[in-house]
């Protein structure tokens, strides 16, 4: 079984700061790549940014300059660090992960339960 677990969510005034991490456990032999996405209300999932084992990364463009996300291979954990938030970074963060459990399985993809980010203006 494989798991993600994410923390880090809450509440911030705009112009504020959150670091969220997101934890994968369970039987791992590789992850690649991972990522977060977020769903506001009545808005589709979008990505906001992933980021490969060797660390290329990639940003929506609403988020670019101000949102930094990095990884710990040794950890299976990844990080998106926050800044400059506006109301409009407001949603349920997701942690994405595509697993390889073993040396001969395919990459299968993974979703975290979602953490509220919420920003008040």
């Known amino acids: 079984q494989v798991q993600l677990v994410e923390s880090g969510g809450g509440l911030v005034q705009a112009g504020g700061s959150l670091r969220l991490s997101c934890a994968a456990s369970?039987?791992?032999?590789?992850?690649?790549?991972m990522g977060w996405y977020r769903q506001a209300p009545g808005k589709q999932r979008e990505l906001v940014a992933t980021i490969t084992s060797g660390g290329s990364t990639d940003y929506a463009d609403s988020v670019k300059g101000r949102f930094t996300i990095s990884r710990d291979n040794a950890k299976n954990t990844v990080y998106l660090q926050m800044n400059s938030l506006v109301p409009e970074d407001t949603a349920v963060y997701y942690c994405n992960a595509r697993i390889r459990r073993n040396f001969g399985s395919l990459y299968n993809e993974y979703w975290g339960q979602g953490t509220q980010v919420t920003v008040s203006s």
């Open positions: 369970g039987s791992i032999f590789s992850i690649n790549p």
